[in-house]
């Protein structure tokens, strides 16, 4: 089965200060995705980045960056230059095939806390 | 181009009542999922719909839960005869595609039964 896993149930960082939140997986599979999600207080779920498993190249989307290792089997998103506005819960989460869809599979998030 | 639209974005039930939460995908997917998120966790996968079919319901509990996409309409999860334990947030994603990379969410349905 598979498992997602943040060990990190809160940061603080700096503004300014860039920051990794850690993601470990589990799967048998070869093929799967992994994502990382934002959730600011106001509730709703925003896609930031996607690495697929056969991506040789980290993923990258303006300040965001998915620190792909997969013979760890870890997928960090790392925030450079932290903003206020990027306080919130952040969940990690992974897509592997299943009866012909991506089924996905979340972490228990990490809350981060910019600080100015 | 709107994105996943969810109602309502509170609901409050008291014991016993029904639960009925409505999600309308983005224009061109026909691919919806559903999840809940209870108080400081992650998204737990409930169910997986395509037009007219339930593909993946393995999420779901067996009793007082259902979940519809029909031809024509939003989806729809409901629950029946509602308890505490069903406070939670309710989200609900869609995709043109069933092996699309990133699915767009909806704002999410809070639901508390009192």
């Known amino acids: 089965a598979q498992k997602i896993t943040q060990t990190q149930p809160g940061m603080f960082v700096q503004e300014k200060e860039a920051v990794t939140l850690d993601c470990t997986y589990d799967t048998s599979d070869q093929s799967y995705g992994l994502f990382w999600y934002k959730q600011p207080s106001s509730g709703e779920m925003i896609f930031l980045i996607y690495q697929g498993s056969y991506d040789e190249q980290n993923a990258t989307e303006g300040r965001y960056s998915l620190n792909f290792q997969k013979a760890r089997k870890s997928a960090n998103l790392v925030i450079s230059a932290s903003q206020l506005g990027d306080s919130a819960m952040y969940f990690c989460?992974?897509?592997?095939?299943?009866?012909?869809?991506?089924?996905?599979?979340f972490g228990t998030g990490t809350k981060l806390q910019v600080i100015p | 181009n709107a994105g996943v639209m969810q109602n309502p974005r509170h609901l409050v039930r008291r014991r016993g009542q029904e639960a009925r939460l409505r999600c309308s995908p983005m224009k061109g997917h026909s691919h919806v999922y559903w999840y809940r998120q209870l108080p400081e966790e992650g998204l737990k996968f409930m169910v997986y719909?395509?037009?007219?079919?339930?593909?993946?319901e393995s999420g779901m509990p067996k009793e007082r839960f259902s979940a519809e996409f029909p031809k024509e309409g939003p989806s729809i999860l409901r629950i029946q005869q509602v308890v505490r334990g069903d406070s939670a947030a309710y989200f609900c994603?869609?995709?043109?595609?069933?092996?699309?990379?990133?699915?767009?969410f909806g704002q999410g349905t809070r639901l508390t039964v009192v």
């Open positions: 989460a992974m897509s592997r095939p299943s009866g012909g869809y991506q089924k996905v599979t």
């Open positions: 994603a869609s995709s043109p595609w069933a092996q699309n990379t990133e699915a767009f």
């Open positions: 719909l395509q037009k007219e079919n339930i593909i993946d």
